[in-house]
Structure formats: structure tokens, C-alpha cells
């Protein structure tokens, strides 16, 4: 016999997986025959079944897809923004400006090539 895993860590595993999956819930559409896919029949009435643990239960009726995704899947709750810096957003300061702008100027006048008249000298 191979060296298994002991039957009460195996149960103790799949009572974890099963309390995990308890509680969740899909929609299904009410109708004639096999179940299709969602976006075969949007506008057909949908049973709401939530996972006990062993077996699927219905918990409600829904009269159409859009409705189903609206129970199934609720917008996030929104975030209040918190106030920005304003120091810190848009355009920089005046002094941070000038003092760019004065290390570009000094950057560039080294690499210049020399005026056209200076270059015969």
C-alpha cells in the first residue's frame, strides 16, 4: 500500500472546500430543455440558486438576464477621492519653471555648433 494521507486530514480538507464554496450563487435560465448558455435567450426568466454545500437551492427568480448580472455581480462601492495635494498636481511652480528652464538653456549653449562665421576663424 502507498503511503496515503490520513483519512481525517482528507476529511478535514474537503470540509474547508466545501465551506469555501458554501453560499455561492449563479443564475439559471427558466425555460424548456438544457440549460444553454446566458446569451442565448437574454430575456427568459432566471431561477437564482445558491450552493448549500451538497446541492444547488433556489433563492429567488429574477425576469431577465440584465436583472440576473445586477443580483449576481453589484457595482463596487464607490471611494470617496481623497483631497490631492495641490501643490504637488499640474504645472510646476514659477521658480521650478525658470530654474528648468535656465538648466536647459546652459545644457544646450555647451553642445551649440558654432555660428557660421565663427567656424572660419
Do not use: C, F
Not at 466545501?18 to 440549460?35: F, I, M
Not at 433563492?59 to 490631492?84: F, H, I, N, R
Request: hydrophobic share 35%; glycine share 6%; aromatic share 4%.
Amino acid at each position: 500500500m502507498q503511503d496515503d494521507e490520513p483519512l481525517e486530514e482528507w476529511d478535514r480538507r474537503r470540509d474547508a472546500r466545501q465551506a469555501a464554496s458554501k453560499g455561492r450563487q449563479h443564475a439559471v435560465p427558466l425555460g424548456n430543455g438544457l440549460h444553454r448558455g446566458a446569451h442565448v435567450d437574454p430575456d427568459a426568466p432566471r431561477a437564482i440558486e445558491e450552493w448549500t454545500g451538497t446541492e444547488w437551492a433556489v433563492v429567488g427568480v429574477v425576469e431577465d438576464l440584465a436583472a440576473a448580472k445586477a443580483l449576481l455581480y453589484p457595482p463596487p462601492p464607490v471611494q470617496e477621492a481623497e483631497p490631492a495635494d495641490v501643490d504637488r498636481v499640474g504645472r510646476p511652480s514659477r521658480v521650478d519653471r525658470t530654474a528648468w528652464k535656465m538648466k536647459s538653456t546652459v545644457a544646450s549653449s555647451a553642445r551649440r555648433r558654432p555660428v557660421r562665421g565663427d567656424d572660419h576663424r
